[in-house]
């Protein structure tokens, strides 16, 4: 079965670097999105990785696909206040039947001033 | 410019009494979903519609209904609402096929009494 797996807690001070992990189990996924959640409030999409690239750099993010261990990182380079919140990564499959992502728990992520 | 709307933001009914809540989408989007999050949790497919094709999840309670009356709206009925109903509800869109990238509204927040 697939199975998404993130640590549930970060703590960094501002002006760090922020790296969050995610591992997941589904070889075959296509897509591998990070999704951002500010309290009350809906998913908004960061970035996203096709499954044939190892590395994505967007701005402050950069997002590191290691495909043989399974495991998505994401790095905030800089790391602002405005920055708190829960971070999800999710999977998308290929294949017939469900169009689900599969979903983290996320990680809550907390910038010390 | 919101590409996700969703209403109410928030949401308190009592026990027992249908409510029902509202999406719609400015993308044109082929595929729209519900989803529930419950209080530090990932967010669960309920079910998705591919144009007028409903698709529901095989755990979804029969109690969660949905209908999509046109490309741009969705609304999400519960018709009797319990205790443990109590979410926010995410609704999304996607362009078309497996593994396009979901765009989130920002979410109602629904509190049963």
């Known amino acids: 079965g697939e199975d998404v797996e993130q640590s549930l807690f970060l703590s960094v001070r501002e002006g760090d670097s922020s790296v969050i992990n995610c591992t997941y189990t589904?070889?075959?996924?296509?897509?591998l999105y990070w999704y951002k959640q500010e309290p009350g409030a809906g998913l908004q999409l960061l970035t996203y990785?096709?499954?044939?690239?190892d590395m994505k750099q967007d701005q402050r993010l950069t997002v590191l696909l290691n495909k043989k261990d399974k495991h998505l990182s994401l790095r905030i380079a800089d790391t602002q206040t405005g920055d708190s919140a829960i971070y999800f990564c999710?999977?998308?499959?290929?294949?017939?039947?469900?169009?689900?992502?599969?979903f983290g728990k996320g990680t809550k992520l907390s910038v010390i001033p | 410019d919101a590409m996700v709307i969703q209403n109410p933001r928030y949401q308190v009914t009592q026990f027992g009494k249908p409510v029902t809540l509202s999406c719609s989408q400015t993308?044109?989007?082929?595929?729209m979903y519900w989803y529930q999050q419950k209080s530090s949790q990932a967010p669960k497919l309920l079910f998705h519609?591919?144009?007028?094709?409903?698709?529901n999840e095989a755990d979804t309670p029969d109690n969660f209904q949905s209908r999509r009356p046109n490309t741009s709206f969705c609304f999400l009925d519960i018709r009797s609402p319990g205790l443990g109903d109590t979410a926010m509800y995410l609704c999304?869109?996607?362009?078309?096929?497996?593994?396009?990238?979901?765009?989130f509204g920002p979410g109602t927040r629904l509190t049963v009494l």
């Open positions: 999304a869109t996607s362009r078309a096929s497996r593994g396009d990238t979901q765009y």
């Open positions: 589904d070889s075959s996924s296509t897509y």
């Open positions: 990785i096709f499954s044939n690239m």
């Open positions: 999710a999977e998308s499959p290929p294949g017939a039947g469900s169009y689900q992502l599969t």
């Open positions: 993308l044109n989007h082929n595929v």
């Open positions: 519609y591919y144009d007028k094709d409903f698709n």
